[in-house]
């Protein structure tokens, strides 16, 4: 599995996009990036994960940069309940298990 | 229905005692995962099973003992655990497909007295 790099914390403003990067430069090139995150005393939730395209659903963006190496997951206008830890998890196609890193921890404020 | 739900929430136990944490769900998943998780650190991988068959054992010390009676049902049976077997314990679900992301339920917390 490939090794992440994320930064350990974060803060971001109430109504301001949040842009969560992360390291993976020894991704292979049959690994897809998820991300997830955890809030606070709950069970982690999937949120993204994408190969080379960029990606959109209703909860974030992934920008995955050409060469794969990072990626940078933006929540456009975070909220508190988005405080959490988010995770980057690169993954195969084929992997039945995720490997957590160690994540960043967002908070967002007012 | 679209959840994980494990129960119990909290569990307090003394090294002696045998007890079991209980997954279930109904959303047709056909994978279903334990994962523990210590303070403020990431989750981490126990056990895997596919099809109710133990797929995967990360070298888990055999006093943690899973079942997989049905393709609902995900049991941990606990025995003779320790005090740093403290933890929050998440079970989680996944379809069959490559892609398929998991659902995780919210964990029973454990505390090994």
């Known amino acids: 599995d490939a090794k992440t790099t994320q930064p350990p914390s974060m803060d971001c403003a109430e109504g301001r996009a949040a842009n969560l990067p992360c390291n993976h430069s020894?991704?292979?090139?049959?690994?897809?990036v998820y991300w997830y995150r955890q809030i606070h005393s709950q069970g982690p939730q999937y949120i993204i994960h994408?190969?080379?395209n960029n990606e959109t659903n209703e909860m974030a963006s992934l920008i995955i940069t050409e060469d794969r190496k990072s990626s940078t997951l933006i929540l456009p206008h975070a909220t508190l309940r988005d405080t959490a830890v988010y995770y980057c998890?690169?993954?195969?196609?084929?992997?039945?298990?995720?490997?957590f890193g160690t994540g960043t921890r967002l908070q967002v404020t007012l | 229905d679209t959840e994980v739900t494990q129960t119990p929430k909290h569990l307090v136990m003394g090294m002696t005692n045998k007890k079991s944490l209980k997954c279930e769900q109904h959303m047709g998943h056909r994978a279903m995962y334990w994962y523990k998780q210590k303070a403020k650190k990431p989750p981490e991988l126990m056990f895997v099973y596919s099809y109710e068959k133990l797929s995967i054992n990360e070298s888990v010390p055999s006093r943690f003992s899973p079942e997989c009676p049905n393709s609902s049902l995900l049991n941990l049976h606990l025995h003779a655990l320790q005090p740093e077997d403290s933890a929050l314990y998440l079970c989680?679900?996944?379809?069959?497909?490559?892609?398929?992301?998991?659902?995780f339920g919210p964990g029973t917390r454990l505390t090994v007295l």
């Open positions: 989680a679900s996944r379809a069959s497909g490559r892609l398929n992301e998991q659902f």
């Open positions: 020894t991704i292979s090139g049959n690994e897809y």
């Open positions: 998890i690169p993954r195969t196609g084929t992997a039945s298990k995720l490997t």
């Open positions: 994408g190969l080379k």
